[in-house]
């Protein structure tokens, strides 16, 4: 699919480039998306919660009371799950929450996230751009100018521009990242995506 190459003013230059359908025009599979995004937030996550069970409770090993007759449930000692201040019953250990997803799966997600932004019209491609110096007035005007500044943006650069990213770094809305950075997670997380023009030919072979 053929789509306009717009520069930082919003004026567009005449140019057109193509988004391979292969990439941008496949049939969205939502469950691999899942997969792909899951697998991003459980890698994202320490593990290390942990609680003391029974055993690694400090006190004392001698019986509080009656076997039978208490009117109550049965306990041991003080470290009993049943008394306030006990260990705890199945409590979280550290654990490693990640998990394997095979190459050409997560390759199908971020395929299937790109198709999902480009039939939604949420799509963005803007002639090479920089700035002289980083400012972040500079970069809501460019998003003005593209009348998406009030979206939640994520810019793919070709490699790291320096004063691309210094300049949106403060901005709540607005994301840079390069396209080898590029997942599943970061183009679902945005509502648009703008995309320079030198980095389509690498997103066409995703």
């Known amino acids: 699919?053929?789509?306009?190459?717009?520069?930082?003013?919003?004026?567009?230059?005449?140019?057109?480039?193509?988004?391979?359908?292969?990439?941008?025009?496949?049939?969205?599979?939502?469950?691999?998306?899942?997969?792909?995004?899951?697998q991003y937030m459980a890698n994202k996550r320490q593990g290390t919660a942990k609680t003391k069970e029974r055993s690694e409770i400090s006190g004392s090993t001698r019986k509080l009371g009656r076997q039978k007759g208490g009117g109550g449930a049965r306990r041991g000692d003080i470290k009993s799950p049943?008394?306030?201040?006990?260990?705890?019953?199945?409590?979280?250990?550290?654990?490693?929450?990640?998990?394997?997803?095979?190459?050409?799966?997560?390759?199908?997600?971020?395929?299937?996230?790109?198709?999902?932004?480009?039939?939604?019209?949420?799509?963005?491609?803007?002639?090479?751009?920089?700035?002289?110096?980083?400012?972040?007035?500079?970069?809501?005007?460019?998003?003005?100018?593209?009348?998406?500044e009030n979206k939640k943006l994520l810019v793919v650069l070709p490699e790291n521009i320096d004063s691309i990213y210094l300049s949106a770094r403060n901005l709540k809305r607005a994301k840079v990242t390069t396209v080898s950075e590029l997942n599943t997670y970061k183009i679902l997380d945005a509502t648009h995506l703008v995309i320079l023009e030198s980095s389509v030919n690498t997103l066409n072979n995703f």
């Open 1 to 38: 699919m053929e789509v306009n190459v717009y520069n930082i003013k919003g004026e567009d230059t005449g140019k057109k480039v193509t988004l391979e359908d292969g990439v941008f025009g496949i049939e969205p599979n939502d469950h691999i998306i899942y997969l792909d995004v899951k």
């Open 82 to 148: 049943v008394l306030v201040g006990g260990g705890r019953i199945f409590g979280p250990k550290p654990r490693d929450y990640s998990f394997k997803l095979n190459k050409k799966e997560k390759a199908l997600a971020r395929r299937s996230a790109l198709s999902y932004k480009l039939r939604d019209e949420a799509i963005t491609v803007v002639e090479d751009f920089t700035f002289e110096a980083p400012k972040t007035k500079e970069f809501l005007a460019v998003a003005k100018n593209l009348n998406i």
